[in-house]
């Protein structure tokens, strides 16, 4: 799976990086999915993993895409500022 930052925005680096790596890990083992391999570039996550067969791909993402967003915004209020992209990820 490859997620994109909007409009390919390089943001993905520092403390934000960091904090995405940690929720990324957190919500894996906390929906029981194994996270392979991840490689997060300045744009851009590349992210290999196994989900068991009770969670549903869609759901999974959906929840880790959710969940991290609403923390990033929380934690780094600036990026909701232009020339960023409001409450969009």
Same mark, same amino acid.
């Given at each position: 799976? %490859? /997620?994109?930052? $909007?409009?390919? /925005?390089?943001?993905?680096?520092?403390?934000? $990086? @960091?904090?995405? +790596?940690?929720?990324?890990?957190?919500? @894996?083992?906390?929906?029981? %999915?194994?996270?392979?391999?991840?490689?997060?570039?300045?744009? !851009?996550? !590349?992210? %290999? /993993?196994?989900?068991?067969?009770? %969670? @549903?791909?869609? +759901?999974?993402?959906?929840?880790?895409?959710?969940?991290?967003?609403? $923390?990033?915004?929380?934690? /780094?209020?600036?990026?909701? +500022? $232009?020339?960023?992209?409001?409450?969009?990820?």
């Amino acid at each position: 799976m %490859v /997620f994109t930052a $909007k409009y390919r /925005f390089q943001i993905l680096e520092g403390m934000v $990086k @960091s904090l995405v +790596e940690y929720d990324l890990q957190l919500i @894996s083992s906390w929906k029981d %999915v194994q996270v392979i391999e991840l490689n997060i570039q300045k744009d !851009h996550i !590349h992210l %290999v /993993f196994s989900t068991p067969p009770k %969670v @549903s791909i869609s +759901e999974y993402i959906g929840i880790l895409k959710e969940k991290m967003v609403i $923390k990033l915004f929380k934690t /780094f209020p600036n990026l909701k +500022e $232009k020339p960023y992209w409001g409450n969009h990820f």
